[in-house]
Antibody, heavy 118, light 106 residues
Framework: EVQLVESGGDLVQPGGSLRLSCAAS????????MHWVRQAPGKGLVWVSR????????SYADSVKGRFTISRDNAKNTLYLQMNSLRAEDTAVFYC???????????WGPGTLVTVSS | DIQMTQSPSTLSASVGDRVTITCRAS??????LAWYQQKPGKAPKLLIS???SLESGVPSRFSGSGSGTEFSFTISSLQPDDFATYYC????????FGQGTKVEIK
């Protein structure tokens, strides 16, 4: 069974940093593209970033470009999102998701909450 | 960037009703469109990919159509479990979600 489990969400002050992790199991992690999607409280889904299977391709939404870095460790079956210079508007539940190629998201984790507040 | 305009934002309906949601892309996305269902406190669930391809295990009352810039999603006979929020997503260029449609009980 495909499982994705995010962790690392926390309360952080504006300007601070946080690293999210997404542990994958039940499939060959190194075969798939992975994504981060976020959802602010009471709001809609927003794609944040993606990475291809061998880390040679990464992409970011304009709102996080230069502040967030996506990476993966295929040996540990884990996806990461390093978030720097956090702002109040980054407050959201962050989901990791899996796709076959650069496509739709067939599997999602349950999400981890990031709160940016002083 | 490709923008996705989804409507309506809220839809009030009764069990048994036929409901339709539309999604318009700001440029041609061919058929690279997916539909998701999300319930409160849960991750989204993929229902349809490639505009009209129903995912395995998804009831046949759900359907999708369209290509280019105009798409629609239909629930042929609304069931109690279908009250949720639905999102379209383009994956032609990176990824963009529509604003969502909350289907609520009338």
């Amino acid at each position: 069974e495909v499982q994705l489990v995010e962790s690392g969400g926390d309360l952080v002050q504006p300007g601070g940093s946080l690293r999210l992790s997404c542990a994958a199991s039940g499939f060959t992690f190194s075969d798939y593209w992975m994504h981060w999607v976020r959802q602010a409280p009471g709001k809609g889904l927003v794609w944040v970033s993606r990475i291809n299977s061998d880390e040679s391709i990464t992409s970011y939404a304009d709102s996080v470009k230069g502040r967030f870095t996506i990476s993966r460790d295929n040996a540990k079956n884990t996806l990461y999102l390093q978030m720097n210079s956090l702002r109040a508007e980054d407050t959201a539940v962050f989901y990791c998701a899996r796709s076959t190629g650069a496509s739709f998201f067939h599997h999602w984790g349950p999400g981890t909450l990031v709160t940016v507040s002083s | 960037d490709i923008q996705m305009t989804q409507s309506p934002s809220t839809l009030s309906a009764s069990v048994g009703d036929r409901v339709t949601i539309t999604c318009r892309a700001s440029q041609n996305i061919n058929r690279w469109l997916a539909w998701y269902q999300q319930k409160p406190g849960k991750a989204p669930k993929l229902l349809i990919s490639q505009a009209s391809s129903l995912e395995s295990g998804v009831p046949s009352r759900f359907s999708g159509s369209g290509s280019g810039t105009e798409f629609s999603f239909t629930i042929s006979s609304l069931q109690p479990d279908d009250f949720a929020t639905y999102y379209c997503q383009q994956y032609n260029t990176y990824s963009t979600f529509g604003q969502g449609t909350k289907v609520e009980i009338k």
